[in-house]
DNA sequence: AACCTATACGGACCGACAGTCCGTTTTCAA
DNA sequence: TTGAAAACGGACTGTCGGTCCGTATAGGTT
């Protein structure tokens, strides 16, 4: 069997559609106003390409999702510190929250896409898991809570609808929720160090009389 | 204007029309293989009944979901402690999302329908708002990290498709779960006694070269 | 009991959208 | 050049949420 390569026309319409889905759902408020058929057009394409090309909606959310989310993941695979591979625990695990956060609030309309019109919930998605089992060995190294659960929870403080709704309000500030986020992280995971200090000084305040 | 109270068949069907959605949501896998005019049909009504008692479906949804919450909204607001008001914050924090995660353990079937194919996502109902606000409140009277984002954080553990997922596990445990929240909120507001033990032991750990 | 009307009923109907079918066009290797 | 595999596109279908409107009934009035 010769292996033969995708027909050319294939591979350019693909791009197309991907490009034009990723538009459109920057354009539009709602996710579910991006209609197949309105991809279909804005692309060029006939609609039996789309699906012929992604299977049915939430494939087309998924490979989008994936397209731009691939260059993350390398970094975090195969990447330096602290991102990549060989950082403590503890830096590894708030960068990647972080990380998370940083993308999610920069690709809004694709994340609230994919989670709501999407493929229901993100739980049974590959790349749920395989993030919740990174975030899950990693916590493994540390002492403290049951770490499937520990990981459920860290990975829902930056869910896409949980995100877009903090990004909305009219004060929102995106350093300062980096800022509270990497405070619950670190709490969560006990931070020897802040929480120390935090301890001393709360101590400090309610001990007086 | 005489305010006159609705007619007898009325609220008959109000009633059935809510236990046969509730009835189908509990038998059937998918929120959304329950369509509307299965609903209708199963409560013994024509389609135009429930679309003009609850606007549409997500309103059906909500209406469901507001009328097996009440009892547990009314404990909270006006029940003993440690669910009720008067509780020292950790402990009523602590109670509230024990009490959330059973709840949503109870009526799975109808979180993850309320929250996949009801309203998009949860933020923004008028539920939500509520409970973060209270959270919120409790959370403002202890010390540590930005109390808005934090009961953002803890709803989103007890979130229902997350629920949904834990307990579709084969090896799920309902107690099991149940500590692990206690755990992960137990390290989020920093309790003073656990958190203390739990540093003076790893500090000997990692300070040993 | 007969009557009257606001209120509610129900199922035929509509529009929209995801997904399919099939005749036509394009690529590309021989 | 040619022919067949690969890809295309838009008309078509099935389903579902939601509406419309003629009909039935509750329940107050006489």
Redesign the interface.
Known sequence: MPERRPRADATRNREAVLAAADDLFARCA?PDEVTMAAVATAAGVGKATLFRGYGDRAGLLRALWQARLGPLWAEVEQGPPPLGPGTPPRQRVAALLDAMLCFKLDHRHLA?AL??SGA?????TEQYARAHRLLRAELAGL????S???A??LL??V?A??V???AAAPDHDRE??R???A??VA??L?D?VD??A??TA??A??ARP
């Open positions: 709602s609230s989670e709501s229901g919930s993100p739980y049974g002492p403290g809570q049951d499937d659960f520990t459920h929870a829902s403080a869910r609808d949980l877009v709704h903090l300062a929720a800022t509270a986020l405070e619950l709490a969560v006990g020897p929480r120390r935090d301890l709360r101590t305040d309610e």
